[in-house]
């Protein structure tokens, strides 16, 4: 079975652009959760969707925004890209709303010049 | 609000040897505690967790790590390591309330042949 997988690998992309990121759940998971890694940090919350509604939003700006399709698979989107946004983003998946078991894929890993 | 605290940014340790990697919580309602594993350059891999039930929970590679709600701590401990066990390990917490879970910074593994 595919595990979660995310699209593109890397990117790179230059300020003020805007740039829009990946997440096919596995196959059943109706949970999908995106969280921003910046190097030598821990995973920082953006968003959790389920079942096609948006279920928690941590502290970024609104030029993060993301959404959910019918497939349950997501879509990340930035905004006016700041230096800052480079980071590896990460998709996870679970089966029911809550954490109580969370798969994460590879990562995009984000540059930002 | 939750926190997480990883005490040890780099844990070095021989070949074979004992290692425990500490992490302490802090929150005033009842948690899921979990430990992941990332290899370089590699997405999020869950060790174990422990949602309910016996403090002690068993995980792949030989990893264990025990619950103790009085000093809210979920330490994790492997009796003898290998070069394999490189990479860098995260505690992360959720609780029944919140979708999120919340990371401590990592602490990087390093055997020493």
């Known amino acids: 079975d595919a595990g979660v997988t995310q699209s593109p690998t890397h990117l790179i992309k230059t300020r003020g652009q805007q740039v829009t990121l990946r997440c096919s759940p596995i196959?059943?998971?109706?949970?999908v959760s995106w969280y921003q890694q910046v190097l030598g940090q821990g995973p920082q919350f953006i968003f959790q969707y389920y079942e096609k509604e948006e279920r928690g939003r941590g502290n970024f700006p609104d030029r993060f925004s993301a959404r959910q399709f019918p497939n349950y698979s997501s879509e990340l989107n930035v905004n006016a890209l700041l230096l800052g946004d480079s980071a590896l983003y990460l998709c996870a998946s679970s089966s029911g709303p809550m954490n109580t078991e969370a798969f994460f894929g590879q990562g995009t890993r984000l540059t930002v010049v | 609000a939750q926190s997480v605290t990883q005490l040890d940014s780099q844990v070095p340790v021989f070949e074979e040897a004992p290692v425990e990697l500490r992490c302490n919580y802090s929150s005033s309602v009842s948690v899921y505690l979990f430990w992941y594993v990332q290899y370089p350059n590699q997405g999020l891999q869950l060790l174990l967790k422990y949602l309910s039930g016996s403090t002690l929970v068993k995980g792949i590679n030989g990893f264990e790590a025990e619950f103790n709600k009085s000093q809210t701590s979920f330490h994790l401990r492997k009796p003898s390591v290998h070069i394999s066990d490189t990479a860098e390990y995260f505690c992360?917490?959720?609780?029944?309330?919140?979708?999120?879970?919340?990371w401590g910074a990592g602490t990087k593994l390093i055997i020493k042949p």
């Open positions: 992360a917490v959720s609780s029944g309330s919140n979708y999120q879970l919340i």
């Open positions: 196959s059943g998971h109706k949970s």
